[in-house]
């Protein structure tokens, strides 16, 4: 009936998701445990990516849930840096940063296809309570020229956004141009991968409710995903994203079960140029 009320259960993740790269490359998963939060989890998950995959990655890159001190002192005793969202403005530290960016003018600006990037870029901030040393804030205004169809007509229209970040990434080693595009990075594991894989690959369905089989579908899936990226790319189609979403495993086709695999963007790694 289609007013019957179904209960659906779902089963939450995290992900780690490699950045940077021409490939949508998801290294690693983990489960959050009953009664367990995000961080948690992902600090669970970064234990084990540590590891398995240090020399791969930088920096770890996430949303606003992950700026608190524990995360970030997390971080910085494995000698990996951190950039997370700033915001809220009952913050210390966006409160500081608001306060010094407003009294002087921008410190640079740079265009980007059709995106205007105003920028303020300062560090020794150490209104942080609890992290264990001084961070980086970098505040961009941004402007964006966009053609769009309103009322069955093309109009242009700026549309503009405000962005703060927070690192543990010094001037000298991360100029604020590569600091804001590991920022703007996070959103490839939504775009790149979420998206993709659970539209088209079946993520967010369980075929077999069993913790182990639940991982282990997800991983391989992980594999399929970038195995087949590589055999695209490599081939040099141009047809390339359509081939990716077109591609199904057999198993999306079968009646879905009522549980579900809910895997959140929760942190990305990233490699710094040399």
Request: neutral net charge; glycine residues 6%; proline residues 5%.
């Amino acid at each position: 009936m289609d007013d019957q009320e179904v209960t659906e259960y779902y089963h939450r993740g995290v992900v780690c998701h490699l950045l940077g790269q021409d490939l949508a490359i998801p290294l690693d998963v983990e489960f959050q445990r009953p009664g367990e939060g995000e961080v948690s989890a992902a600090k669970r998950l970064l234990e084990r990516v540590f590891t398995n995959y240090s020399r791969y990655f930088d920096a770890v890159v996430g949303d606003g849930l992950y700026f608190e001190a524990p995360f970030i002192n997390f971080c910085i005793e494995h000698h990996k840096e951190a950039v997370v969202v700033l915001k809220g403005d009952h913050r210390l530290l966006l409160q500081d940063a608001k306060g010094l960016f407003s009294q002087r003018a921008p410190d640079g600006q740079w265009t980007e296809g059709r995106r205007t990037v105003q920028y303020w870029d300062d560090e020794g901030f150490t209104s942080a309570e609890g992290v264990s040393k001084p961070l980086r804030v970098l505040h961009t205004v941004e402007t964006e020229h966009c053609r769009e169809r309103i009322a069955k007509q093309w109009k242009e229209t700026d549309k503009t956004s405000s962005w703060y970040w927070a690192t543990t990434f010094s001037k000298r080693r991360l100029p604020a141009r590569g600091y804001w595009r590991a920022g703007h990075w996070r959103w490839d594991i939504e775009n790149g991968c979420f998206n993709t894989t659970s539209t088209h690959w079946g993520l967010d369905h369980v075929f077999k409710h069993e913790p182990t089989a639940i991982v282990n579908f997800v991983l391989t899936l992980f594999l399929a995903f970038i195995l087949l990226q590589c055999f695209w790319q490599r081939l040099g189609k141009k047809d390339y994203d359509a081939a990716i979403t077109a591609f199904r495993p057999p198993l999306a086709r079968t009646p879905l079960p009522s549980a579900r695999t809910s895997v959140d963007q929760s942190y990305i790694l990233v490699k710094c140029p040399p």
